[in-house]
């Protein structure tokens, strides 16, 4: 099992500019979730699912597009990337009958 | 008054002490309660999962739920360098519900 695997490592944009975040697992997960984690403020969820073509928003959604078509995969979009959105960017899998998230390598984003 | 708050540090202490690594939170339909460790420029890896009220203990980590006073703990023993790290709690209301994190605190252990 590769895990919860996330594409790109790193990347840098320009104000406005769009990019869409890859997120897979192979533990066929019902749950994924987006995080960000800025300095001092710790993990906020953007957004989740709890199964392919059912999501829902976390605590700080605005900005930020996801969709799951598959149990997989849950891609994460931004349309208009702002430096508001720098930062280091996780997706978290977990099976619907245990709480035992296991999250991604991160993919650290900065919007110039 | 944000859902979870827990102090971001850092915490400096010898090796071998015990470290007190707490969470307060507001949400009183919080059941499942959890201990997540972060290395620097890793991904948070659980570390110690409760439901409800109560200690549960593995190894040199136990963690403390006290539902009446929303006021949950780690407890490391016997501190180790290796135990260096960001410690975020996290809790939810049911299995289905979105899980919410604390801000961490980083800890460091002095050889």
């Known amino acids: 099992n590769a895990g919860v695997t996330q594409t790109p490592k790193f990347q840098v944009l320009k104000t406005g500019q769009s990019m869409t975040l890859q997120c897979a697992q192979d533990?066929?997960?019902?749950?994924m979730s987006w995080y960000r984690q800025d300095p001092g403020m710790g993990l906020r969820l953007i957004h989740y699912?709890?199964?392919?073509?059912?999501?829902d928003q976390g605590e700080v959604p605005n900005g930020y597009n996801v969709s799951r078509s598959t149990t997989e995969d849950f891609p994460l979009r931004l349309l208009s990337a702002a430096p508001s959105q720098t930062s280091v960017y996780f997706c978290?899998?977990?099976?619907?009958?245990?709480?035992?998230?296991?999250f991604g390598p991160g993919t650290r984003l900065t919007v110039l | 008054q944000k859902e979870v708050e827990q102090d971001p540090g850092p915490l400096s202490v010898p090796e071998g002490a015990i470290v007190s690594l707490n969470c307060t939170y507001s949400?009183?339909?919080?059941?499942?309660f959890m201990w997540y460790r972060q290395y620097s420029r890793k991904g948070p890896e659980l570390l110690m999962y409760?439901?409800?009220?109560g200690n549960k203990e593995d190894g040199r980590f136990t963690a403390q739920v006290d539902k009446s006073s929303k006021y949950i703990s780690l407890f490391i023993r016997d501190s180790q360098p290796s135990d260096s790290a960001t410690y975020l709690c996290?809790?939810?209301?049911?299995?289905?519900?979105?899980?919410?994190f604390g801000k961490g605190t980083r800890l460091h252990i002095l050889p």
């Open positions: 978290a899998s977990r099976p619907r009958v245990t709480d035992t998230q296991y």
């Open positions: 533990m066929n997960h019902e749950y």
């Open positions: 699912s709890v199964g392919a073509g059912i999501t």
């Open positions: 949400n009183s339909a919080f059941q499942y």
């Open positions: 409760t439901y409800s009220s």
């Open positions: 996290a809790m939810s209301g049911n299995r289905d519900d979105k899980i919410i």
